[in-house]
């Protein structure tokens, strides 16, 4: 039972353009959404977070979106660069999870194109 | 100021040896987080500790697979017996408290290939 979704596996896009990753949940007890950037041989390391009382989160280039009606949430990319070229990952807590623990999505392997 | 810090990076193990997984979290961080990841996967959810303390183990298999993070020393991810199954990279995550909003920072994994 995959709680949180991550329907396209990979995104190619030109650099200087816009990336829109896409992320989708089915568990409402989720309250708080997290994108991770990993590159190969290496962690994941933290981009971007959004509580579920707000719609919409930014860091510089990064933006998220939250649409809890339809249990979606996207990370925004703009301009993109080819350093952004990694495998993005959406986790989701629940409120009442003990510790926090995070569920991931599979994850989108982004290519930016110089 | 260092990271989480993991090792070994890699590992290699024959079927039915011992796997010993190592994680440091980052310093004044005392909850830490295991998941696993197979080839082409999301990260799964294993084990939350705190110190000396299992708080939640619900994502970790019943046999074979244990975790500590004594009072003293890094947390360990211990599995026995090692299958071909186990073969996956393992990462730990650390946080500073318990607590929505809390972000948790990853080492770089142990990529665990058994024989």
């Known amino acids: 039972d995959q709680q949180v979704k991550q329907n396209s596996p990979s995104l190619s896009v030109q650099e200087g353009r816009i990336s829109i990753l896409n992320c989708d949940y089915t568990n409402s007890m989720f309250d708080y959404f997290l994108w991770y950037k990993k590159y ?3 962690g994941p390391t933290f981009l971007i977070s959004i509580s579920s009382i707000k719609d919409k989160n930014e860091d510089g280039r990064f933006t998220v979106f939250l649409n809890k009606s339809a249990k979606h949430l996207s990370l925004h990319i703009v301009p993109s660069q080819p350093g952004d070229s990694a495998v993005y990952f959406c986790a989701a807590s629940a409120i009442k999870a003990a510790g926090n623990k995070l569920t991931f999505g599979g994850g989108t392997r982004v290519l930016v194109k110089p | 100021n260092a990271g989480v810090m993991q090792n070994p990076r890699h590992l290699v193990r024959r079927r039915g040896q011992e796997a010993r997984l190592r994680c440091s979290p980052m310093k004044g961080h005392s909850h830490v987080y295991w998941y696993r990841q197979l080839p082409e996967e999301g990260l799964k959810f294993m084990v939350y500790l705190q110190k000396e303390n299992i708080i939640d183990e619900s994502g970790m298999p019943k046999e074979r697979f244990s975790a500590e993070f004594p009072k003293e020393g890094p ?18 995550a650390s946080s500073p408290r318990e607590g929505r909003g809390d972000i948790q920072y990853f080492g770089a994994g142990t990529r665990l290939s058994v024989l």
């Open chain 2, 75 to 92: 947390s360990i991810l211990r599995i026995q017996q090692v299958v071909r199954g186990d073969s996956a990279a393992y990462f730990c």
């Open chain 1, 40 to 42: 190969p041989a290496e």
